[in-house]
C-alpha cells in the first residue's frame, strides 16, 4: 500500500465522509442477505438478538470497507470511478481509515460472540481478514482469479445469520453462499468490460487486462451456466418453494440471456453502442441478488402461514 497520489487533508472531515469509508451501498446489500439467512433459519431469534447480530455483522462489513479504503487508497487515487473516496479525495487521513477499520472489527466481533455464538463471530472475524487481507492485501494486485476467490468475502453474510439462529452451518446456508460467489465474477467483469482503461492505469490484473475482453467475455458466460444450477436447486431445500424457484427460474433465464448476449459481442459491437449491452448486464446483476434474496424472505413469510415450500 502506498500514499502516492493521496491529497493531503486540508479540512476537517464530516461524519458523512467517516461513514463513506464503511461503504454504506455495499453494507446494504451485506445487512440484506444476512438478515434474510437469519430469518430464514428454522430456529426462532430473539428480536432484540437478532438487531444485535444484524447491527454486529453491518459494522464488521463497515470496517471491512475502511480497511480496504486504507490499503487501497494508492490505487483509488488513479481511477476515475474511486477518486472521489474519502481518502485519495484528501478528506480522510489513511491513519484514520486503519484505525476505524480496526476498532470496528474487533467491536463486532466481540459483541457477536457475547450476544449470540463463537460459531457467529468466527465467520464473521473470517470474513473481515479474508477481505482485508486476502482479497485486499493478496489477490486483487496479483491475480486475475482475483475477483472469483475474493468474492467469497461477500458470500459470508447469509451463513453469518443462519449462525447466529442456529449455532452452525447446513446445505441451506452453504447454497446461499455458493449463490452470491458464483454471481460475483459475472457482475463484475460486466462492469470491468467498460471501464476496462480504470482498472489499467490503476494496474490491477483485471481479466479485462490480462487476457482481454474475449476471454472475459466466456468466463462471464460460464460462470453464468454454473450459476443456475446453484440458484435454482437453492429452491428444492428446506428454505426454498414454488414462488422462489419460480422466482429463480425468470431471473435466472434473464441473466444468462445477457450474458449470451455479451458472448456473441465484439470489440467493435462495444465500440461502437458504448457498451450498451454490458451496461444492462451489470444492472440486471444488481437485480438478481436482491430478487433471490427477497424470494427466499417471501417464502419465509409463507410458511409461517403454512401455505409455503412444497
Known sequence: MSDLSVSENTYEASMGDYFALLKPRVMSLVVFTALVGLLVAPVPVHPFIGFVAILCIAVGAGASGALNMWWDADIDAKMKRTIGRPIPSGRVQPGEALGIGLALSGFAVVLLALATNFVAAFLLAFTIVFYAVVYSMWLKRATPQNIVIGGAAG???????????????????????????????????????FVKSDYGNAG??????????????????????????????????????????????????????????????????????KHRVEINVFKISLYYLFAHFGALLIEAVLRLYGVGGW
Open 155 to 193: 458470500a459470508f453474510p447469509p451463513m453469518i445469520g443462519w449462525a447466529v439462529a442456529t449455532g452452525g452451518v447446513s446445505i441451506e446456508s452453504m447454497l446461499m453462499f455458493a449463490l452470491i460467489f458464483m454471481w460475483t465474477p459475472p457482475h463484475f467483469w460486466a462492469l470491468a468490460l
Open 204 to 273: 490491477i490484473p483485471m481479466l479485462t487486462e490480462t487476457h482481454g475482453r474475449d476471454t472475459t467475455r466466456n468466463h462471464i458466460l460460464i460462470y453464468t451456466l454454473l450459476l443456475v444450477p446453484v440458484a435454482v436447486g437453492l429452491g428444492f431445500t428446506s428454505i426454498g418453494g414454488p414462488f422462489y424457484t419460480a422466482a429463480a427460474v425468470l431471473m435466472n433465464a434473464w441473466f444468462l440471456k445477457g450474458a449470451y448476449d455479451i458472448w456473441r459481442r465484439t470489440d467493435a459491437d462495444c465500440d461502437a453502442d
